[in-house]
């Protein structure tokens, strides 16, 4: 062989090489983070949203009863949905709001668990960095807010994206709210774009028998801002493809359960956590509606190898709506 045939060999296989990197360096993994489950693979959890409000608007009342049903449950975690601290975010990590909001409104024993967070809308109008910033976990350790990740929990996995770069309002008319971008811009496009292609293969390699996505913005809902087009899109697709069974959300300070009429995922909502917009609704009879509430509440989900138990609550901790789904338990064989 002669030279020059060895030198374009070796140059082929360097461009190969550089391109596999380029290629790998642009599709990032997920931070993942391991939630041990119970004994028998079995986990439990709460979801609330639209919460941080220093107790007012029922926040404590919702936040006693979820201690109550925590302990029943012996819950493993809290998810939050965002819009953690009204109304305007952080205004840095010693922002007394932390504790006025969260470390001293959730303090039943059963709610020491881990709090998986994702950012609300309101939340960007803060600090984000001072939201993300592990010096939060030094002043309460359950805190866990992240821009995007996974959460394993053994028996499901649980995807957190940051819904709020995806809502074209928040950057076509800034004038009424101010955000902080930072970590978003100069390159929307490319950060939205990141976003997916994580997500997108997290989802694609999952052997978890539960797969949760799990943002601030509806998908599908009946309350005040109803679906999330953006996210109908550009989310939607990437979650009928990777068999997603659940998408929980909050944004709509409300509870519902939608059915999907072209696909098995169920959609969630659960931001009642304090202020609520009772009479604000949208499209009640639409199909696929199976239950709405328009008062402050949260949301349990326990699951099994081969069950999901879902219960919504109100603001005394009566149950308003549950339902039930069944997994065969060697549908993945």
Not at 19 to 34: F, G, I, K, N, Y
Not at 147 to 157: D, G, I, T, W, Y
Not at 177 to 199: F, Q
Not at 237 to 256: F, M, S
Request: charged share 20%; net charge negative; proline share 3%.
């Amino acid at each position: 062989m002669g030279s020059a045939s060895l030198c374009n060999k070796t140059m082929a296989l360097l461009y190969l090489t550089t391109l596999s990197l380029c290629l790998v360096s642009t599709v990032a993994e997920l931070q993942r983070l391991q939630q041990l489950a119970n004994g028998d693979g079995s986990a439990s959890f709460l979801v609330v949203g639209d919460w941080g409000r220093k107790g007012a608007y029922n926040q404590s009342h919702v936040a006693h009863q979820m201690g109550r049903i925590g302990e029943k449950l012996n819950v493993n975690f809290v998810v939050s949905t965002g819009d953690n601290f009204y109304d305007n975010g952080l205004i840095g990590v010693d922002d007394p709001a932390f504790e006025e909001s969260f470390t001293k409104i959730y303090t039943a024993k059963s709610l020491q668990k881990p709090w998986y967070s994702v950012l609300g809308n309101h939340d960007y109008r803060g600090d984000v960095k001072a939201q993300i910033s592990p010096v939060l976990r030094k002043i309460d350790s359950r805190w866990v807010c992240l821009r995007s990740f996974l959460v394993n929990a053994e028996v499901a996995e649980l995807f957190f994206i940051d819904t709020n770069p995806f809502v074209d309002m928040y950057f076509t008319d800034p004038k009424e709210h101010t955000y902080d971008w930072r970590g978003v811009l100069p390159s929307r496009e490319n950060h939205i774009a990141n976003a997916l292609k994580e997500l997108d293969l997290a989802l694609m390699e999952s052997p978890a028998k539960w797969k949760i996505v799990i943002g601030h913005h509806a998908i599908r809902s009946v309350g005040h801002h109803g679906d999330t087009e953006e996210l109908v899109n550009q989310l939607l697709p990437i979650l009928k493809a990777n068999n997603v069974d659940l998408y929980i959300n909050g944004h709509d300070h409300c509870l519902e359960h939608i059915s999907s009429n072209d696909s098995p995922i169920q959609y969630l909502t659960s931001g009642a956590g304090s202020k609520a917009w009772r009479g604000d609704v949208k499209e009640l009879n639409r199909d696929g509606v199976k239950f709405f509430y328009d008062g402050q509440g949260f949301m349990s989900v326990e699951l099994t190898q081969t069950d999901a138990n879902f219960v919504f609550y109100d603001v005394s901790g009566e149950v308003l709506h549950r339902f039930n789904l069944l997994k065969p338990l060697y549908a993945d064989m």
